[in-house]
């Protein structure tokens, strides 16, 4: 990471209304109160003039539930843009592979990311993963990570976060609660 990337930013990943109609069938998840969290969480990093920045996930296939004009699509509320925050819309499971947001981070001067959001297994681990691999310091705050089954293969929801969790902190983050982001926050 350059020198000049001294400033912190919270990530928010996919949390559109798909993943609340998950959690109102009662699909197996872990973090079901993670909007909530992200939302304090983002509360924090604005009032700390830190930028939180918002990543959607976007299908162009006219049905399905990330097509813009899908019931899923749209950001929970708690993970709602503010004018002029950051979003960028990706069609691939790492926000790095289909967006330019290492170029926004680079340029604002972005070195360390505070990731959250959905889905633990997938978008979260494949975004992390470039992040890091593309020499920015990345903390996941687990409690604000939505995580849901993989019934097809029969493995829970604990299980995928779990092992998602692991791996992610034995080589390419840091692992956090949002008790210990807002404590630095409020000793910044």
Not at 35 to 55: E, M, N, Q, T
Not at 125 to 132: D, F, I, L, N, Y
Not at 144 to 166: C, K, N, P, Y
Request: glycine fraction near 10%.
């Amino acid at each position: 990471m350059a020198g000049d990337l001294m400033r912190e930013a919270m990530i928010i990943i996919d949390m559109q209304m798909d993943m609340q109609a998950r959690l109102d069938r009662g699909q197996d998840h872990v973090n079901g109160g993670a909007a909530g969290v992200i939302s304090v969480l983002a509360d924090r990093f604005r009032a700390a003039g830190k930028p939180v920045i918002h990543v959607r996930h976007r299908e162009d296939r006219p049905g399905s539930d990330f097509h813009p004009h899908s019931a899923g699509y749209p950001a929970m509320p708690g993970a709602v843009a503010l004018a002029g925050e950051a979003v960028f819309e990706k069609t691939t499971s790492s926000a790095f592979a289909s967006t330019q947001i290492e170029r926004h981070l680079r340029d604002e001067g972005i070195g360390h990311l505070y990731v959250t959001g959905a889905v633990a297994g997938f978008c979260v681990t494949s975004t992390v993963r470039s992040a890091a691999d593309s020499g920015f310091k990345v903390t996941v705050v687990r409690d604000a990570v939505l995580g849901f089954d993989l019934a097809m293969a029969g493995l829970t929801a604990r299980q995928i976060f779990d092992v998602s969790m692991g791996l992610l902190a034995a080589d390419f983050a840091e692992m956090v609660d949002a008790d210990e982001v807002k404590a630095r926050l409020a000793s910044a």
